[in-house]
């Protein structure tokens, strides 16, 4: 493959536009480093003037060089602060740097300043919902969409706010509408996915869900066999894989016996701590974390591509439970945990596990964001604590854990020298009740039959529906949801009524049976 570099004519001339016009033909041909490096020299011949500062800054965001960007659009801003323009890309660039207050800042200027230009109206509504402050960003989309009606983002972006408030049979109009301007767009084509499935659309929503192969998502390029389309399995040996969180693959792998009962062997591969958890799974003929180049199989599917090619409604949910840990690990963590935990043989304390706080993605700066509103601090949870006859126990991995220190809160640690979800099955096994966040841990104890309350953000998951504290996917599975984006002390305060209520129960039950 030949190597292009910047033509030595062009930079022999030394003039700043010509520099940036090399480092856009650089990035146009994949070679950003080499933009980058350009781009430094470009800074050597700045012109003193804002639309060069601003030019550069331009440049930079193209090549997702955000703080770069962000340094020189406030550069521009110092010498023409009314510059609409401006302070609207310095919005954008610092909403890439996870920036969302500075984001909004910015964007709201920018409206202020020119509130004439939609796309300001509709980024900003865009950047209010990602700091979860949907109702203000319904307020910026519909001034976009009364400028301009038939946007494809204004109206994405009205679909997406309106599925977040929980209306999702709305927001279907609105992601419809954008489809009619750009039926091909994958972002909008998986948001109206997310809302049929929510609304209770499963049949057209697992449709739709195929989407995510035509952005985010690469169909495995490792795997001789054909994808599944649906067809006859018997005899056949599948395998199916892991593709999306931990919370998916053990939401759906029950529906492993449907394709060992139309005949098929199931091999299926999962990441090393679900190996063991999987293997006990119904259907399931074999596991593996790594595929062997030995291994043959007629057909290949990834997990979340079951629902459409099994063709799942609404109404199918199961069997239960459909996860499970032999009795030998349930004695040596479970009961060794309960114990541990018991402040009295006599008078035995009523258990609840804790989780806090999900995972937080680096890599993925929307999930990143996603994950900050449905995760709490320990701090938050502290009212828990006042009710009488419950010992709580900490099932938090990763920095989260470090709060129990913090807080000085009277938990027992239930992770330690947890290698695996087997271990922490066995362990949960140990207690009354998990109380969580929307992490993979409120789908582990759904899927063992474990009584689980579910504490929602506002804007919640597609699988939790737009309203309601009962879900058939788990049944015993209470979902307690913030009334509005950001209030846990409401959704905390509910659940503490209802333990006390429960305790009461508990005690009754100790009573009657004289212990």
């Not at 030394?14 to 800074?43: C, K, N, P, W």
């Not at 009606?149 to 706010?161: E, K, M, R, S």
């Not at 029950?254 to 299926?268: F, N």
Request: glycine share 8%; net charge negative; with cysteine.
């Amino acid at each position: 493959m030949t190597t292009l570099s910047p033509s030595p004519c062009l930079l022999t001339r030394r003039t700043f536009t010509e520099y940036l016009r090399v480092a856009v033909g650089l990035e146009e041909v994949g070679q950003r480093e080499s933009a980058i490096d350009v781009l430094r020299e470009a800074e050597t011949l700045l012109p003193e003037r804002p639309e060069s500062l601003f030019l550069l800054g331009g440049v930079y965001e193209r090549l997702q060089c955000w703080e770069r960007a962000s340094l020189f659009y406030g550069q521009a801003l110092e010498a023409r602060p009314h510059a609409a323009r401006v302070w609207h890309r310095l919005g954008i660039a610092l909403l890439h740097q996870d920036d969302l207050r500075g984001s909004i800042k910015a964007l709201e200027t920018a409206v202020q300043q020119d509130p004439a230009i939609p796309e300001y109206a509709t980024d900003m509504s865009m950047v209010l919902s990602r700091d979860g402050q949907f109702e203000a960003a319904l307020g910026f989309v519909q001034s976009a969409l009364k400028m301009q009606p038939d946007d494809a983002n204004a109206l994405n972006n009205a679909g997406h706010i309106l599925q977040c408030l929980n209306r999702s049979a709305e927001a279907l109009q609105f992601y419809d509408a954008a489809l009619q301007r750009s039926p091909d767009h994958p972002v909008i084509r998986f948001g109206r996915a997310a809302a049929l499935l929510k609304s209770g659309d499963f049949l057209l929503g697992w449709q739709e869900y195929e989407s995510r192969w035509l952005s985010s998502r690469t169909v495995r390029a490792d795997i001789d066999a054909p994808v599944w389309e649906g067809e006859s399995l018997k005899g056949c040996t599948i395998l199916v894989h892991h593709e999306q969180g931990y919370g998916d693959t053990l939401h759906f792998i029950r529906l492993m016996p449907i394709l060992a009962q139309r005949g098929a062997e199931v091999v299926v591969q999962v990441p090393v701590p679900l190996v063991r958890l999987v293997q006990r799974v119904a259907g399931v003929s074999r596991v593996v974390s790594v595929l062997d180049p030995a291994d043959s199989f007629d057909y290949h599917c990834p997990m979340m591509s079951l629902p459409v090619r099994l063709g799942l409604t609404a109404e199918f949910v199961g069997q239960f439970p459909y996860l499970s840990v032999s009795e030998g690990d349930m004695a040596a963590q479970g009961s060794k945990l309960r114990l541990q935990v018991q402040s009295s043989r006599q008078t035995p304390d009523f258990i609840v596990g804790l989780v806090w706080s999900g995972d937080p993605r680096p890599h993925d700066l929307r999930a990143t964001q996603t994950d900050r509103r449905r995760s709490i601090t320990l701090s938050t949870l502290a009212p828990l604590f006042s009710v009488e006859g419950v010992r709580f126990v900490s099932f938090q991995m990763g920095a989260a854990r470090h709060q129990v220190a913090e807080t000085g809160l009277p938990l027992v640690d239930g992770t330690e020298n947890i290698l695996d979800f087997t271990d922490t099955a066995a362990r949960l096994s140990g207690v009354d009740l998990l109380i969580t966040v929307d992490t993979s841990m409120a789908h582990l104890a759904g899927g063992l039959g474990k009584p689980v309350w579910m504490l929602s953000r506002s804007d919640a998951c597609w699988r939790w529906g737009d309203a309601g504290t009962q879900t058939d996917w788990y049944p015993d599975m209470r979902i307690f949801r913030q009334p509005v984006a950001g209030d846990w002390v409401s959704v905390v305060d509910d659940v503490r009524l209802t333990l006390v209520r429960l305790m009461d129960l508990y005690r009754g039950s100790q009573h009657e049976s004289g212990e």
